[in-house]
């Protein structure tokens, strides 16, 4: 898979010194992912069917990274469960959405894991206008633009 191979590739460093340079505090569970000394590679939005999760399993299986993600179930199937309980995955539920930015702060990776198919190739997702604001370098899956 070629977006796996270039993710292998990425050299990322940590941005978890976001606290001391903005003086926020990371909400409670960030702390343990940002204590684990990893890379945190972050997703917010729905967990749902058009996400790409063993593209997710594969990150978190990385010893490289802590996976982040935020957001409620919706239509999730049962890969989602199984991600949900791998030892490197960090999952909020939902968060309201003007507290994103609190937790965005924190994200050294923002993913777009979608899989491509006809649904994602008609959509144009609100989150990578959201991860460009908040300054985050983003990976994505080969979407068109």
């Known amino acids: 898979m070629k977006v796996e191979n270039n993710f292998k590739q990425l050299n990322i460093k940590q941005n978890n010194q976001a606290s001391a340079k903005n003086n926020i505090h990371p909400p409670k569970i960030l702390q ?3 204590r684990s000394g990893k890379i945190i590679a972050a997703y917010h939005g729905a967990l749902a069917e058009w996400l790409d999760y ?3 399993r594969k990150i978190a299986e990385d010893g490289r990274f802590a996976l982040l993600l935020i957001g409620h179930l ?8 199984e991600l949900l309980k791998m030892k490197n995955v960090y999952y909020t539920g939902a968060v309201p959405y003007n507290k994103l930015n609190s937790y965005a702060a924190f ?8 899989q491509v198919d006809d649904f994602t190739r008609s959509v144009s997702p ?3 206008f959201e991860y460009m604001a908040a300054g985050v370098p983003i990976v994505s899956s080969a979407l068109q633009a």
């Open 107 to 114: 994200y050294d990776i923002a993913l777009l894991p979608f």
């Open 74 to 81: 919706h239509n999730a199937p049962a890969k989602c469960g």
């Open 54 to 56: 063993d593209l997710l």
């Open 32 to 34: 343990k992912a940002i």
């Open 126 to 128: 609100v989150k990578i």
